[in-house]
């Protein structure tokens, strides 16, 4: 199983960016995903999660009304959508696959490897 995520990068306060994260080597159907971050020096937070079927999504409530979790099961990939991104921001997002529940990291069986989230002031 491999998780490829990418588009992270450098952005300034206020800005967006759309993170991917890419499935191979298992079934993404019928699978739940999740974004998680993990600021310097802090433990692994949970970001947003949604369903194998799109039914359902979650969000921490710093993200909420910003953030926005989306997949496309034709092309098993799962977006985070970050808009007006604010220094507390920054850390590495990592997606994974797996849950419910969404918000305990300990529910995903796979993790992605990674990618930056810088937001300048």
């Known amino acids: 199983v491999q998780l490829q995520a990418s588009g992270g990068g450098l952005v300034q306060t206020g800005g967006s960016l759309t993170l991917s994260c890419q499935l191979s080597?298992?079934?993404?159907?019928?699978?739940?995903m999740g974004w998680f971050r993990q600021a310097s020096g802090k433990g692994r937070e949970f970001v947003a999660a949604?369903?194998?079927?799109?039914?359902?999504?979650d969000y921490t409530d710093s993200v909420k009304g910003r953030f926005t979790i989306s997949r496309d099961n034709a092309k098993d990939t799962v977006f985070l959508q970050m808009n007006n991104l604010k220094p507390e921001d920054t850390a590495v997002y990592y997606c994974?696959?797996?849950?419910?529940?969404?918000?305990?990291?300990?529910?995903?069986?796979?993790w992605g490897q990674g990618t930056q989230v810088t937001v300048s002031s």
């Open positions: 949604i369903s194998w079927d799109d039914d359902f999504t």
């Open positions: 080597g298992h079934t993404f159907r019928g699978y739940g």
């Open positions: 994974a696959q797996g849950g419910p529940p969404y918000l305990l990291a300990t529910s995903y069986d796979a």
